[in-house]
């Protein structure tokens, strides 16, 4: 076993399954059983009918990461689990900010910050207006550490949504299940 | 009736046809194969005991006197057939009832179906009387579980459970079926379930890593075979045989492999683990290529994992990928079914012998025999020990018996010194180590191969917790002999205590009923042996009964079991005393 294997790092795991509702618990109780902790989590459609795709952070070793992914492939209604280092993935989180409205129109500075982050106006309403804010991690925090100052009404952030440089052939994989 | 009949033919051709869900449900059993299930009923599953009812001339059902062992009994027959095992319960405290069994069965891969009713899905959610959530409690112990909310779910469900069950590395599957659904009508027709889209049972053998196991057998000097249970599951005794022979390599067991080579095989060089033999143990840390055949490296089998076998390069044949380099890192790992792959590896293996290796393997036999063996099973010390016993059953039972133990110090002493010439002869709860298991799971052994004997091994504190199954034994006259060995003690744990926590006998000294009573009670025929005079004629009588028996023996009040490898020590630190 390489160094690597004993060194925490961040790691995206992918796994792709059929559309249950109680996967999510059998997934969940793999992570409980070993305590380590989900950093987050995203379920969505992915780009085959009726498959879903879940995208789970997690900080641990890659040897702990490896076995987890062999258990959750083993659970029947998986159809292929895989995971990556930071390397090897483009991902992106999203963000909501609630910010009173005053601040709009009498801090420039919040203008300012706005545009340098990249970031969008969803709503203006009298007493508040969010902005949503899309990128890695590090940059909803800075841009979290520039408003807070000011005062954030609300804040919430989205698990991370990831894809693979690396092709993931699922299509191919569940024809040879088929053909099984 | 007329109809009934009607109606039966006409499943049987694949037509469909409107029944209800409860009647479904038995139409499903029955092309699965089912005659035997094991169960328990309540309000929830009601509809389907009701059916039970007008089939039971094609569908036998067991009550069982609590759902635990309803589930144990469906293993032990699941484990001398090889088939699927059936329970049934209700829903609530029935279903909770089940996790034990479910538990020992994942964790030991034993193909079971559990069926529970549930209350009506539009109570679902709401505390009803009797609502457990059995999916969430159930999920991480089952290989797979499904709630059933609509009566045309049914058919494809049960089809898909018992295909899971069997099917790859077996388990068990919940199906949890509200009371709706066992109500409401159905078109039924059933197709059975040969494939489930993203469930990959058997991955393919690879050829270059078949080569390089090859590779590495053929140019080994010390090549050592452990095997376990997936050699049984796979139907690969045989080949087994095929490959030891040929390679001329000194083979263990796991205990959950125990009888898939003749124990008398002279490559057969006994059991690997905490309470196995000497011989095995030590020279796992001497081999050079270890070959591990469908088993899992459990820590009662390596001991302190980071000096197991370090020297040696490990092969490991296996049919579930997430086992492989899990707990001991795989130098090649050969994925398939083991009666596939070791079909495939036998041609590319070179005829050997190893004799001085082997007979290191004897000259450790020897010291352990000298040591340990002859004490245990001709003891010259007053008090009966437990291997005497089962050497009179060894002995009586010319080797045929199936043997069932139970957990605890009985339970090693009986998988150390029963002997085999059977495969699927030795049942035991191996992974979970469930007390309470060896009852039950001999009614299941019995009936699920009702042309051997079966034999009971049960300690004095296993016996008790589900001691209420001797209802069952007595109710359908099935004919298990059984042995409690008695001490008077939770005796593995008396073990520990005595050598780890200085003799604080904290809560393992019993105080137990007059079992021969309790057996009687049940109309059983029944004895007592405390003396050694006696024991050869009462276990001769006991086998030679047709009858269910039941024999208590006496023995030793502070024995224990050797040899030993105290956790957290290596395989090579195994203490003969
Ligand atoms: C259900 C359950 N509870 C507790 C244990 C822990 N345990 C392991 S062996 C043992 C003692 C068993 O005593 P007995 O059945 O008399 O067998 P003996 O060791 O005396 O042969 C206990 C309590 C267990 N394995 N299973
Ligand atoms: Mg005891």
Do not use: D, G, N, V
């Given at each position: 076993m390489g160094d690597n294997n004993i060194e925490n790092q961040w790691f995206t795991i992918s796994v792709y399954s059929e559309n249950n509702v109680g996967l999510l618990n059998r997934i969940s109780g793999i992570f409980l059983k070993r305590h380590i902790n989900i950093e987050s989590l995203n379920v969505s459609k992915s780009e085959i009918n009726n498959v879903s795709k879940f995208t789970i952070v997690v900080h641990t070793t890659e040897n702990w990461t490896r076995k987890i992914v062999g258990q959750i492939e083993k659970q029947i209604e998986v159809i292929r689990a895989f995971y990556h280092t930071d390397d090897e993935t483009i991902y992106q989180e999203s963000a909501l900010f609630k910010i009173a409205s005053d601040l709009l129109f009498d801090e420039r500075q919040i203008q300012n910050i706005i545009k340098d982050n990249n970031s969008q106006i969803v709503t203006v309403a009298r007493d508040f207006f969010v902005l949503a804010k899309t990128g890695r991690r590090f940059e909803i925090d800075e841009m979290y550490e520039q408003l807070a100052p000011y005062g954030i009404m609300q804040f919430v952030r989205s698990g991370r949504i990831s894809v693979s440089k690396d092709e993931m052939q699922i299509s191919a994989l569940l024809q040879e299940f088929q053909h099984h | 009736m007329e109809t009934l009949k009607e109606m039966k033919t006409e499943t049987r051709k694949g037509k469909t046809l409107k029944i209800s869900g409860a009647e479904a449900i038995i139409h499903c059993l029955l092309a699965e194969g089912v005659d035997l299930l094991y169960g328990y009923p309540g309000g929830a599953i009601m509809p389907v005991y009701d059916e039970l009812y007008k089939f039971q001339d094609k569908l036998t059902h067991i009550l069982t006197r609590h759902e635990q062992g309803a589930t144990h009994a469906a293993q032990g027959y699941a484990r001398v057939s090889g088939r699927v095992g059936v329970a049934m319960a209700t829903s609530g405290p029935g279903a909770t009832n089940l996790v034990t069994g479910l538990a020992d069965a994942q964790i030991d891969s034993t193909p079971m179906v559990c069926i529970t009713g549930q209350v009506p899905r539009h109570l679902l959610g709401s505390d009803a009387f009797q609502e457990t959530d059995i999916i969430g409690i159930s999920t991480p112990v089952t290989k797979w579980n499904y709630q059933i909310t609509k009566a045309s779910e049914i058919p494809e469900i049960i089809a898909k459970a018992f295909y899971i069950a069997k099917s790859g590395r077996p388990g068990p599957v919940l199906i949890d079926i509200t009371k709706n659904a066992q109500f409401e009508e159905l078109m039924f027709s059933y197709k059975k379930c040969t494939g489930v889209r993203s469930y990959n049972a058997v991955p393919k053998p690879d050829k270059k890593a078949l080569e390089a196991a090859a590779t590495l057998i053929n140019s080994a000097q010390k090549p050592f075979i452990v095997w376990g249970q997936g050699v049984i599951l796979g139907k690969a005794e045989e080949e087994l045989k095929a490959f030891v022979e040929k390679a001329g390599i000194p083979a263990a067991w796991t205990i959950m492999g125990a009888s898939a080579l003749d124990t008398e095989h002279p490559l057969n060089v006994g059991m690997v683990g905490m309470h196995g033999n000497y011989g095995p143990n030590i020279l796992t840390n001497e081999c050079d290529v270890l070959i591990a055949i469908g088993m899992r490296f459990d820590d009662r089998v390596t001991g302190r994992l980071d000096d197991y076998a370090t020297q040696a390069k490990v092969i490991h044949f296996e049919i579930d990928p997430a086992e492989i380099s899990k707990n001991v890192h795989a130098d090649v790992a050969v994925l398939g079914d083991s009666k596939e792959t070791l079909a495939l590896l036998l041609p590319l293996i070179n005829v050997n012998k190893h004799e001085s290796w082997h007979n290191r393997f004897k000259e450790k036999y020897k010291i352990e025999f000298d040591t340990v063996i002859k004490n245990d099973i001709h003891?010259?010390?007053?008090g009966l020990t437990m291997g005497e016993v089962i050497e009179e059953i060894n002995i009586a039972s010319q080797q045929k018996a199936v043997i069932v133990t139970d957990v605890g110090q009985h339970q090693m002493i009986g998988c150390r010194y029963a002997k085999f010439?059977?495969?699927?002869?030795n049942i035991t709860s191996g992974g979970l180590g469930t007390m309470g298991f060896a009852l039950p799971a001999a009614i299941g052994a019995k009936q699920g191969a009702m042309d051997r004997e079966v034999v009971a091994i049960i300690g004095d504190g296993g016996y008790q917790?589900?001691?209420?199954e001797l209802g069952v034994i007595f109710q359908h006259n099935i004919p298990v002999k059984i042995v409690v060995l008695n001490n008077d003690h939770l005796g593995m744990v008396r073990q520990w205590q005595e050598l780890f926590?200085?003799?604080?006998?904290?809560?393992?000294v019993m105080v137990n009923p007059d079992f021969v009573k309790i057996a009687e009670g049940y109309h059983i025929e029944a004895k007592r042996v405390s003396e050694r005079k006696d024991l050869k004629s009462a276990v001769q009588e006991m086998i030679a009964s047709d009858k269910p028996y039941f024999l208590e023996v006496k023995v030793e009040k502070e024995d224990n079991v050797f040899p030993m490898i105290p956790s957290g020590a290596a395989v090579s630190e195994i203490r003969l005393k």
């Open positions: - | 003891p010259t010390k007053e010439r059977e495969s699927k002869s917790m589900t001691i209420q926590f200085e003799k604080r006998y904290a809560s393992t």
